[in-house]
């Protein structure tokens, strides 16, 4: 029987090519669909939001990244809300968010609205992929059953693959079209249909896992580790901020050894869509299985203290010049959780705003990348009401800030939660400075 569902070669670019059905165009699928599209791919991408999908067939993206923009304007990617275009596909890949609630527990509501929207227009031969971010487990404790739903049997006549995508959103060298990836599949034939498309649109090489378990637990693993070194490195900078030791200096130091050492760096609180998010996964799905993670919990608190730390600092170098928090009106600088970017999901700028309130204290925001939730349009605007600063992002417009135009304007401490800022020249203009660790 001919199996309509086969990647032909694109007559101009001999690569695999069909349709492709991506739902969820966020950070993740949004990139991906103008990949596809760019090499041969007729795309189809499935959002909720008919703002965003209007935006995107008149080729603005949601996704406020400039480059995404300029991309998308020179490919094809057609957005819709209609699930039925999942027909059409021999790929459909699902990017949707995995957030965790208020107790941090993970929400799988997305990917299961987005598994049951794709079941009922399945044909036989497809292939669903999973870039989202999951515990080990979710594709075939939860996807599998979901797709089963169906007439079909995952392995025998539809497929099921996860390829955990690493887009690191603002970062130009490494991009969707670049990074390596890691693959897993149910069995070897989905294995092979989903390399195959890959390995038609990524210029990287891609390691094909044991198992789907395998290839989900990799992208956990991978931000674990980037939140227990944090975690570690915060937990240095407190411990050598009473010290009287600068953690910067140290790090430095430490990174003249050639081998077994990886700097990171402390800082005010972690933020985005992953690193805060992810190791939540595996510790309740671990803790199902009757083990409990007590390092990746640690982290987990350490790095969530952070934000309190860095108020607790300017009440402490307010104090040291007998001035009570809510005597001055604080400024925050950056609501975006990292530098040059607008995304401000999960941003530790929100968890020092929310302690400055419950203190009563006085604030201004100011996000050059974020105007509409900034308080004030200007910097400028923000130093004449202010006279203590916390800088939350360090994004390019900060890291030059003039601490003799700062002092002129009346500011007498500054926190800098990215240690972004010259130390030394701010004290030698006579403002308080304090550090995350120095
Ligand atoms: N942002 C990153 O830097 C990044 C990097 C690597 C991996 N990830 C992972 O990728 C996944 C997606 O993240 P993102 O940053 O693209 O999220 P996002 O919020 O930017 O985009 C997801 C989109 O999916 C849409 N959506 C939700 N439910 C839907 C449904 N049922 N049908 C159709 N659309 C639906 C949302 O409205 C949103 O537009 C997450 O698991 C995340 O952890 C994110």
Redesign the pocket.
């Known amino acids: 029987m001919k199996n309509k569902n086969r990647q032909r070669p694109n007559k101009r670019s001999g690569r695999p090519s069909g349709t492709v059905a991506i739902?969820?165009?966020?950070?993740?699928?949004?990139p991906l669909a103008c990949l596809a599209s760019e090499k041969g791919w007729r795309v189809f991408g499935?959002?909720?939001?008919p703002k965003?999908i209007a935006q995107i067939n008149a080729g603005v993206s949601?996704?406020p990244e400039a480059a995404l923009n300029r991309w998308l304007k020179r490919v094809n990617v057609i957005a819709t809300?209609d699930?039925s275009v999942v027909r059409k596909a021999s790929i459909i890949v699902v990017?949707?968010?995995?957030p965790v609630d208020e107790f941090y527990n993970p929400d799988l509501?997305?990917i299961r609205?987005?598994c049951?929207?794709i079941r009922p227009f399945l044909r036989r031969g497809q292939t669903v992929i999973l870039?989202?971010?999951?515990n080990p487990g979710v594709c075939e404790e939860v996807i599998k059953p979901i797709l089963e739903k169906s007439r079909f049997r995952v392995g025998r006549n539809i497929f099921l693959a996860h390829c955990?995508?690493?887009?690191?959103?603002g970062n130009r060298r490494w991009t969707v079209r670049n990074i390596p990836r890691v693959l897993g599949a149910t069995d070897q034939s989905g294995l092979s249909r989903a390399l195959a498309f890959y390995q038609g649109i990524i210029e990287a090489p891609i390691k094909p896992m044991r198992s789907i378990k395998e290839a989900e637990a990799v992208?956990i693993f991978e931000n674990s580790f980037r939140d227990v070194n944090i975690a570690f490195v915060n937990e240095m900078a407190k411990s050598f901020s009473r010290l009287g030791i600068d953690t910067l200096d140290v790090i430095a130091g430490a990174k003249t050894k050639p081998f077994a050492f990886l700097a990171h760096y402390p800082a005010a609180g972690i933020g985005?869509?992953?690193i805060p998010?992810?190791p939540y996964y595996l510790i309740e799905r671990a803790k199902r299985s009757g083990f409990e993670h007590e390092f990746l919990k640690l982290a987990r608190q350490i790095n969530n203290s952070m934000p309190a730390y860095t108020v607790d600092l300017l009440i402490h170098v307010l104090n040291e010049q007998k001035i009570a928090l809510n005597a001055v009106r604080v400024g925050i600088l950056g609501l975006a959780y990292k530098a040059n970017v607008a995304?401000t999901?999960e941003s530790p700028s929100f968890k020092v705003i929310s302690i400055l309130k419950e203190y009563g204290s006085k604030f201004e925001i100011f996000d050059p990348r974020v105007p509409l939730q900034s308080t004030v349009r200007t910097l400028t605007e923000l130093l004449k009401k202010c006279r203590a600063l916390i800088l939350m992002t360090d994004h390019e417009e900060f890291r030059h800030l003039d601490p003799r135009r700062l002092k002129q304007r009346g500011i007498v401490a500054i926190i800098d939660g990215k240690n972004a800022l010259d130390k030394e020249r701010f004290l030698r203009a006579g403002i308080a400075y304090r550090g995350i660790g120095r």
């Not at 739902?23 to 949004?30: A, D, E, H, N, R």
């Not at 499935?46 to 939001?49: E, K, T, V």
Request: net charge negative.
């Open positions: 739902v969820g165009l966020g950070y993740v699928g949004l499935i959002a909720r939001d965003k949601p996704v809300d699930f990017a949707v968010p995995t509501t997305p609205n987005a049951e929207g870039e989202s971010t999951v955990p995508e690493r887009i690191d959103p992208k985005g869509h992953c998010v992810d995304d999901r």
